[in-house]
């Protein structure tokens, strides 16, 4: 119990020591372009069009991308420094909407519309698969002509099969 | 001499609305008189803009200054290759070079079919006609007469767009004569943007012949699938320019504008990829119509959506609406466009409705293992793209409209919803041959697949044991569960699906006729050609995915500032690392408008020297505009792409940013086997035609 | 788009073809509305002769440092708003000028709010020190102010009268006489009212 106590008492002082030093200004790195501009690709150029800040070559950019290097060297992770940014800025500096409010339809209507997509393919082929059924049935039995199609289908009715006899039609007519 | 091509310019624009009002009473009343004339009209319509075109191609080269256009897009300066394609350097240039176009197309289509489709042809010249009436009458200045009943009525800044539209008649005359005049963009003095344009409008035009024979069969209820075979060819030349457009773009982009990559996702280029992807749609479904009569309707819309999207295209580029930060010069071409636009959409889709009954489709889907659901999914994926692409370049406006936020969407979106839809899009591209029509069985399916799939599966195993250990995210979140490996299996599944079909094909010929294996793949080639064509741009799009998996997931990029002497690394994923050291910086020869700096690098790989690369920095004195043009090292393997982003103390220091590229140079071979393989489907095949009117003369709708 | 292959598969009954017009046709309509939208003037000129948007802001400098600013307080004052950057250029040509006008006519019952566009705060700082600006400036949080005056670019400044009507929008950089010649027109008016 005692011993315990003692460790924490120890503990207390060598976190804050840890903390301090680790977040004293001599012993942050000082960031790279590279780390800059890897945070800089998600914001986008305010005063041009369809360029991200790493990319741009603008004054505005250039003092952001020192803003980015400043916020990297006092620690701070790539999620907070965009979010700086767009409430300082607003949302239309982020190269994509974040996923709140109505923003969330730019992500939410294309998955919407894929699902009725394949909702309503998947509903047109039960209608076919069930009113075709008992054709199936039959087709088991024998190789009947298609319905109402013309003959040239069959050719390509089975694999390989429609293959050769198109190749060896050819070859007919050649010869 | 500009007057002259002026007033060429009014007679068309009478001859296009004369030549639309006489087709369609022509074809109510039933005077052929009419129709013939209305045809003589649309013919000399385009001679009438080819003659406009000539003589704005003489001012150009002459240096016609008191031309306005003339002195917006050259300069003295300028050599005479560029003030040629000038041409197309601005609005007032690129309307009315879209419009000559236009008419090409249109008059050629009078002449090849005119004989053989008599019915539909009115209804051709109409849409053709009316279109070209609108475009011209854009440039021709005639909407500002407009200006004062506008004025009249009060709608001041109404009548003031309107007015403002004199400036974009590229015949318009200024009251003196200026000493030299702007020149052009410095973006486009570059090849790839010279014949990229070019390209990018054939491709949007030619879409208008299967529009308008699509429209001749709604309006004359022949419903068949004549109109398809009609433009079957047609309608494969425009996806043959709109895709060398598409490709010429990225190229341009990769080589000019220094950013390291090759597309962007923005509202101009997704402004050309929207009808490419609903064309390339279009193309698959209307080839189930021609084997099972089915899917009419879809077919119908198809076309309709890629038209509108390629006038939706022209709108987006020419007027400004999506981009919020660029401020284009107001004028009345936007609302001209849009009520332009609507009432085409009201018009083709009420059409539509009103001929459902004729639209029924004959046969019916056998069986969900068939090459027509695996089409039907397919042209789901492809709308789903679309979908994508449309809905991200408009949402900004939609935000600004409906929840008065502004925002951006940038190429993350595109990249993470669109890229699982096109992996799986490549996955079907592999399954699709192997189905037959109407019905496969499980079993032959299962051993056609067993190969493609196990060279798939080894492929991603032996490139992860390899060290390929990258995983893609899932979109719309954090989690890394798709190895990229998968990617190239993907790709290797569908290149051995596809490689097959050409093995069995030729191994059939070799059997049955003794022909050399190189020979028998030749006939093969030859004798179907819309077949082997179409599997050779699936090879195209193959190679095209190696190289955009390889730029999106193995590029690496490093930014580095340097002293004279001193050097810096970047590591590829794939070879190894590169050092560059700095040698110097110095100004180098150009033209008379230009200043160019270039910075000379010396380049090591592994420790051993493999060169020198220049990147330079142009500054376009009169423009105030610099460009950074990247040096790059090719290879098979990947790209070395240097671009001298900035410098101090005259070159003392300089900042230079360098990519690796892997693969990339796939996506140019793939597109141009891509290319190979759409002119070897369109190329003309006198037996395949035979063949095809045969097959279909059975089924054909009997003209009333 | 998909619509029309429904009805493909089921015999016609006209009710729901005519339901699936409407649908298609309406989002015809929306698309277009939505292109309409984007179409319309992007200038903050059409705001003139209309009442200010309100707008809210914490200024940065010298003796105001803090001090909150808005419209609505100062209603009842002629309110000078305008916009600048530190990298913008133009804007270095009115900075001095503005500042004179402060000078001038401060005691006049006239506010002079500068609008820091999308800068940087310490460069923004920086750049006023270098014109000796006094009068209020602030950052514009969220680029709100920008957008609710639907400006197109720095510099952008907005002459609001009395009753909080935007009298004059001038895009880009102010001459003396001009601004001279507004502030003195709109106390002038004020004097008739």
């Not at chain 1, 903390?19 to 012993?27: H, I």
């Not at chain 2, 300028?78 to 041409?87: E, G, S």
């Not at chain 2, 991200?392 to 890229?419: M, Y």
């Not at chain 2, 995210?473 to 790709?491: E, H, K």
């Amino acid at each position: 119990m005692n011993k315990k106590r003692r460790y924490f008492g120890w503990l207390v002082p060598c976190i804050i020591l840890t903390v301090t030093v680790a977040a004293s200004p001599v012993f942050a790195q000082q960031p790279t372009a590279d780390e800059i501009n890897a945070v800089a690709k998600n914001l986008s150029c305010p005063t041009c069009t369809g360029i991200n800040v790493a990319d741009c070559p603008t004054e505005t950019c250039a003092q952001w991308r020192a803003k980015i290097g400043e916020l990297l060297a006092e620690g701070k992770s790539e999620q907070e420094i965009l979010d700086y940014f767009a409430a300082r800025y607003g949302d239309h500096v982020l190269q994509v909407p974040p996923k709140r409010g109505f923003f969330v339809l730019v992500w939410a209507l294309p998955v919407i519309a894929l699902l009725f997509g394949l909702a309503w393919l998947a509903y047109l082929m039960r209608g076919w698969a069930i009113r075709r059924a008992p054709v199936t049935v039959e087709s088991v039995h024998g190789d009947q002509a298609p319905r109402g199609v013309s003959g040239q289908l069959s050719d390509d009715a089975s694999l390989e099969d429609g293959y050769l006899k198109r190749v060896q039609q050819d070859l007919e007519k050649l010869s | 001499m500009a007057n002259i091509g002026y007033v060429a310019l009014l007679l068309a624009l009478v001859l296009a609305l004369y030549a639309t009002v006489a087709a369609l009473v022509g074809a109510r009343r039933r005077m052929p008189e009419l129709v013939m004339s209305a045809r003589n009209a649309a013919l000399t319509v385009t001679g009438l803009l080819t003659l406009s075109v000539v003589i704005l191609e003489y001012l150009l080269i002459l240096g016609d200054f008191r031309t306005l256009y003339v002195a917006e897009v050259s300069n003295r300066a300028m050599p005479v290759f560029f003030k040629m394609t000038a041409l197309w350097g601005s609005q007032a240039g690129s309307l009315l070079f879209w419009s000559w176009l236009m008419s090409l197309f249109g008059g050629a289509v009078l002449l090849r079919k005119w004989g053989k489709m008599r019915t539909l042809m009115p209804y051709v010249i109409a849409v053709t006609q009316i279109t070209l009436f609108f475009f011209i009458s854009l440039i021709s200045g005639i909407w500002t007469l407009l200006a004062v009943p506008l004025e009249a009525l009060g709608l001041t800044s109404g009548a003031q767009l309107l007015a403002d539209m004199v400036n974009i008649n590229p015949f318009h005359q200024l009251g003196f004569t200026p000493a030299d005049g702007n020149g052009l963009n410095p973006l486009l003095r570059h090849w790839g943007m010279i014949i990229h344009p070019p390209m990018l409008y054939l491709g949007f035009v030619s879409f208008v012949i299967p529009y308008a024979f699509a429209i001749a069969a709604l309006v004359t209820r022949q419903t068949g699938d004549l109109w398809i075979r009609a433009t079957r060819r047609w309608t494969l030349v425009a996806w043959l320019f709109l895709s060398m457009g598409l490709l010429l773009g990225g190229w341009w982009a990769y080589g000019v504008l220094g950013w390291g990559g090759y597309w962007a996702w923005d509202p101009v280029e997704n402004a050309a990829l929207m009808p490419w992807l609903t064309g390339t749609a279009f193309l698959h479904s209307v080839m189930i119509q021609e084997k099972r009569g089915m899917f009419k309707v879809w077919n119908m819309a198809l076309i309709i959506m890629t038209y509108s999207l390629v006038i939706f295209g022209t709108f987006l580029t020419r007027s400004g609406v999506i981009s919020s930060v660029h401020t284009f010069a107001q004028s009345g071409i936007g609302p001209l466009f849009l009520i332009f636009i609507g009432l085409m959409f009201i018009y083709s889709v009420i059409l539509l409705f009103e001929r459902l009954d004729s639209l029924k489709s004959e046969n019916e889907l056998d069986s969900l293992l068939s090459r027509e659901s695996i089409f039907l999914l397919q042209n789901l994926l492809f709308l789903a793209v679309f979908f994508v692409t449309f809905w991200g370049t408009i949402f900004p406006v939609v935000s600004e409209l409906v929840a008065r936020q502004k925002a951006i969407v940038g190429p993350p979106f595109f990249n993470q919803v669109n890229g699982p839809l096109l992996a799986a899009l490549v996955v079907l591209m592999g399954i699709a041959p192997l189905m037959p029509w109407r019905r496969a069985s499980v079993q032959k399916l299962v051993r056609l697949l067993l190969w493609p799939v196990v060279v798939g599966l080894g492929v991603t195993a032996a490139l992860f044991a390899l060290g390929l250990r990258n995983f893609a995210i899932l979109p719309g979140t954090q989690l890394r569960v798709l190895p990229v490996s998968l990617f190239y299996g993907f790709a290797a599944f569908t290149a051995v699906v596809t490689l097959l079909e050409y093995w069995r094909g030729t191994r059939a010929r070799h059997r049955s006729t003794g022909e050399g294996y190189l020979r028998a793949l030749w006939t093969l080639l030859g004798r179907n050609r819309r077949r082997y064509g179409g599997y050779l741009i699936h090879i195209g799009v193959i190679m095209m995915a190696l190289g955009v998996i390889g730029t999106n997931f193995f590029q690496s990029e490093t930014q580095r500032n340097l002293a004279v002497g001193e050097s810096f690394t970047i590591t590829s994923t794939l070879t190894g690392d590169y050092t560059l050291t700095y040698e110097g910086l110095r100004s180098l020869p150009a033209p008379d408008d230009v200043s160019r700096t270039g910075a000379t690098l010396s380049v090591s790989r592994n420790g051993r020297n493999i060169g020198e690369l220049h990147p330079t920095h142009d500054f376009f004195i009169p423009q105030e505009q610099p460009m950074t043009i990247p040096a790059m090292r090719y290879s098979l393997i990947e790209d070395l792409y240097v671009i001298v982003a900035g410098w101090e103390d005259g070159g003392a220091t300089a900042t230079f940013k360098a990519f690796v590229n892997p693969l990339v140079n796939w996506l140019w071979i793939g597109g141009f086997i891509f290319i190979l393989g759409t002119a070897v489907a369109a190329w003309p095949d006198p037996a395949e035609d035979r063949r095809l009117a045969l097959a279909s003369a059975p089924r054909r709708t009997v003209p009333a | 788009m998909n619509l029309t292959e429904q009805v493909q598969t089921e015999t016609t009954s006209p009710r729901r073809r005519t339901v699936w017009l409407l649908v298609a046709l309406g989002l015809v309509l929306a698309f277009v509305a939505v292109l309409a939208f984007g179409l319309r003037p992007k200038t903050s000129t059409v705001l003139q002769g209309r009442p200010a948007p309100d707008f809210e802001l914490t200024a940065f400098n010298g003796e105001f440092n803090g001090q909150r600013f808005s419209l609505q307080d100062m209603r009842g004052q002629i309110v000078v708003l305008n916009f600048w950057a530190s990298w913008c250029v133009e804007c270095d040509k009115e900075m001095p000028l503005l500042e004179q006008a402060w000078n001038d006519y401060r005691d006049q019952g006239v506010w002079l709010i500068g609008v820091d566009y999308l800068d940087i705060d310490s460069e923004g700082l920086a750049y006023l020190d270098r014109f000796g600006t006094t009068y209020p400036n602030g950052p514009d949080i969220g680029s709100r102010i920008f957008q609710d005056y639907q400006c197109t670019g720095v510099p952008e400044t907005f002459f609001i009268d009395r009753e909080g009507m935007i009298q004059h929008v001038q895009i880009g950089p102010l001459t003396q006489p001009q601004l001279y010649g507004l502030l003195d027109r709109l106390l002038a008016a004020e004097t008739e009212g």
